[in-house]
């Protein structure tokens, strides 16, 4: 069974509340989410594989601790998970992005595919998925099917907040696929949204409601 790791830094938790916060303004919001997605990227990163290299200070030659070249991509899932990557990537410039597009049919409630592209060497790659929601789970499960048609083989989850019912979700489908969250929530409401959650995403990222 996958891992399932809540990050509660206070920090996060401190910029989290804002996020959550429906006077929280889109500029605001994308701000907040870029800065949450930036610490929650240190824990996720944190059992990537160093090796030991030597290097000259201007004092003398010394060994240290680089990381041992393993690839990264961020897939972020559209359109919101677009908001967590370049918090991300601050910490890993050198990640290749992907793009999954999926959206939610409001009356099966089901992800639909629209758009995949991704870095030709995803089988070689640490792939950390993004998207601000876990919610039903449906398009974070149909997200990581897709990426394992595609040859990726280390996949983690990372998302703001999520429901219990899309971590069952996605434990059930993809036991091997940690999640990373800094919330987790209490449950869906009749239209699948989080409760209390912090709206729609998407929406309050682009101010497009």
Same mark, same amino acid.
């Given at each position: !069974?996958?891992?399932?790791?809540?990050?509660?830094?206070? &920090?996060?938790?401190?910029?989290?509340?804002?996020? =959550?916060?429906?006077?929280?303004? $889109?500029?605001?919001?994308?701000?907040?989410?870029?800065?949450?997605?930036? &610490?929650?990227?240190?824990?996720?990163? %944190?059992?990537?594989?160093?090796?030991?290299?030597?290097?000259?200070?201007?004092?003398?030659?010394?060994? +240290?601790? !680089?990381?041992?070249?393993?690839?990264?991509?961020?897939?972020?899932?559209? =359109?919101?998970?677009?908001?967590?990557?370049?918090? !991300? @990537?601050? &910490?890993?410039?050198? *990640?290749?992005?992907?793009?999954?597009?999926? #959206?939610?049919?409001?009356?099966?409630?089901?992800? /639909?595919? #629209?758009?995949?592209?991704?870095?030709?060497?995803?089988?070689?790659?640490?792939?950390? /998925?993004?998207?601000? !929601?876990?919610?039903?789970?449906?398009? *974070?499960?149909? $997200?990581?099917? &897709? @990426?394992?048609?595609?040859?990726?083989?280390?996949?983690?989850?990372? +998302?703001?907040?999520?429901?219990?019912?899309?971590?069952?979700?996605?434990?059930?489908?993809?036991?091997?696929?940690?999640? #990373?969250?800094?919330?987790?929530?209490?449950?869906?409401?009749?239209?699948? #949204?989080?409760?209390?959650?912090?709206?729609? $995403?998407?929406? %309050?990222?682009?101010?497009?409601?």
């Amino acid at each position: !069974m996958s891992r399932v790791i809540q990050v509660e830094h206070p &920090l996060i938790l401190h910029k989290l509340a804002f996020i =959550r916060s429906k006077n929280t303004g $889109a500029k605001d919001f994308r701000e907040l989410v870029e800065e949450v997605s930036m &610490l929650m990227a240190y824990e996720v990163t %944190r059992d990537l594989a160093t090796e030991e290299v030597e290097i000259e200070t201007p004092i003398c030659k010394t060994k +240290c601790k !680089m990381l041992s070249g393993k690839k990264i991509a961020i897939v972020p899932i559209l =359109r919101a998970g677009l908001g967590m990557v370049d918090g !991300m @990537l601050k &910490l890993i410039p050198a *990640a290749k992005i992907g793009h999954i597009g999926l #959206y939610r049919d409001e009356e099966t409630l089901q992800p /639909v595919e #629209y758009f995949c592209k991704l870095p030709q060497d995803i089988a070689e790659r640490d792939v950390m /998925v993004v998207d601000p !929601m876990l919610a039903t789970g449906g398009s *974070a499960t149909d $997200a990581l099917t &897709l @990426l394992k048609k595609k040859g990726a083989k280390n996949l983690r989850l990372v +998302c703001l907040i999520s429901s219990p019912e899309g971590i069952k979700l996605v434990q059930e489908t993809h036991p091997d696929v940690d999640i #990373y969250v800094a919330g987790i929530d209490e449950r869906l409401n009749e239209k699948g #949204y989080i409760i209390p959650g912090l709206g729609d $995403a998407g929406d %309050r990222l682009y101010g497009t409601k």
